[in-house]
């Protein structure tokens, strides 16, 4: 089995900002050589987190209305100036694992890979992936 790790960087414009990765991961996945086996793709950030959705501005705003209502940016937090980010990111996974099958990433027909900062500020982000297989 062979093994292919690659890292893609990101600049965001802060909350909530949506970047569809898609297509970078099966760039990542046509330069491992790898036909058949797994993509696995990990944000290591306290604040930014992976979703499968459509990636489609009327439903990105649903979901950035969602988080809104669910945990609203100024509420009675203990932790400093960002808790609400926090507090949105554990509501996702900060990993996907997508099979490759034929080279191909595979995702349904509406389905995008997108990365959500859910940090109040810019930051730069590295996502981390990780190509297992034949």
Avoid at 29 to 44: E, K, Q
Avoid at 86 to 97: A, C, E
Wanted: without cysteine; proline residues 5%; glycine residues 6%.
């Amino acid at each position: 089995m062979k093994v292919f790790n690659e890292s893609l960087k990101l600049s965001t414009k802060g909350e909530i900002d949506f970047f569809d990765i898609s297509d970078k991961v099966q760039g990542v996945v046509d330069r491992s050589g790898i036909s058949n086996g797994l993509a696995h793709v990990f944000a290591p950030h306290a604040t930014g987190v992976l979703i499968l959705t459509e990636y489609e501005p009327s439903l990105l705003s649903d979901i950035k209305n969602a988080l809104e209502r669910l945990i609203p940016r100024r509420a009675d937090y203990a932790h400093p100036s960002n808790a609400h980010a926090h507090l949105r990111s554990i509501l996702f996974s900060p990993d996907k694992t997508l099979p490759v099958v034929d080279g191909r990433v595979v995702l349904g027909t509406w389905q995008s890979l997108v990365f959500v900062e859910t940090d109040v500020h810019p930051r730069q982000r590295t996502i981390l992936v990780q190509v297992l297989g034949e």
